[in-house]
């Protein structure tokens, strides 16, 4: 490309561009949506009682048994897993489709990216505003880069997205005009 701009670039050019971009965005979010149910499981099989308290008050908890904990624990695993890491791997996939010129009037999947992105950045504001103050630091460190690189794939995905709707309209436009 020798330095050239994004619109001195072709159509085409800017067509793979934005599907490459689409592409890797989607296989990112699915790999990332992965980590974070491993992570969520890791934490809640060695600090069943924080996470716990994370969705109870001690008043409930204090009312249940140890083994009662447990259970509660990968009800609750399986549910959040299984709900997060299904849009996940939904929300990829058709970015996939997408970029790999198969239903490229899907546009649900950009709806749910965008919600999926400002409940993402309201949970990151909260955990700012109201800090919970635990152990292991560089747990919070780690997890904090891979929710902003969660967040910035799912930003990639979105621009790619629309880009790449007004691109093919205007490679439809200029097919149309003959030219």
Partial sequence: MNGQALGEMSLDARIRKMRSYLLYGGAAFIILGLWDGIKTGLYMYFHPAEALEEFYSGDQLQNYDESMYYTIMVVIILAFFL????????????????????????????????????????????????????????A????????????????????????????????????????
């Fill in 83 to 138: 709900i997060f890491f299904t849009l996940r791997v939904y929300i990829g996939l058709k970015a996939v489709s997408v970029a790999r010129g198969r239903n490229t009037k899907a546009r649900v999947y950009v709806v749910l990216t965008v919600l999926y992105t400002i409940g993402t950045v309201y949970t990151g504001i909260d955990e700012i505003l109201h800090p919970v103050v635990r152990e292991a630091h560089e």
């Fill in 140 to 179: 919070h460190l780690i997890n904090f880069i891979i929710e902003t690189s969660s967040l910035l794939v799912m930003i990639i995905i979105i621009v790619s997205s629309v880009s790449l709707w007004k691109l093919d309209k205007q490679k439809a436009a200029s097919q149309a005009q003959g030219g």
